[in-house]
């Protein structure tokens, strides 16, 4: 039998191990910041979770999704301090 809040430790124990192999993001400040504070994306700047396996260019689903889940794991890095993370496919179709 599982204990309460088992598998919830065991994901996030997880995702910390893969986003190890992907490499640290490097943060830098967005460009702008939107009216609701959302960050903005200036010229080779991308969004990155910490422990996403990928940037996105543009304001995708998945990014605004993120932002209103849990806007502090939203992140701005530059497009060469991805690491191993792959572009997102909604991205390159927008």
Same mark, same amino acid.
Do not use: N
């Given at each position: 039998?599982? #204990? $309460? %809040?088992? !598998?919830?430790?065991? !994901? ?10 992907? %490499? ?14 959302? $960050?903005?994306? %200036?010229? %080779? #700047? ?14 995708? !689903? ?5 932002? !209103? ?17 792959? $572009? ?7």
């Amino acid at each position: 039998m599982t #204990q $309460p %809040g088992g !598998a919830t430790a065991r !994901a996030r124990e997880r995702a910390s191990r893969r986003a190890a192999m992907l %490499g640290p993001a490097k943060l830098v400040e967005p460009a702008h910041r939107g009216p609701d504070g959302a $960050p903005w994306l %200036g010229p %080779g #700047q991308v969004y990155v979770t910490r422990t996403g396996v990928a940037f996105h260019r543009t304001w995708c !689903a998945a990014v605004a999704s993120r932002w !209103a889940a849990l806007p502090s794991s939203l992140l701005v890095t530059t497009e060469d301090a991805v690491g191993l993370r792959h $572009p997102c496919s909604d991205c390159a179709t927008a």
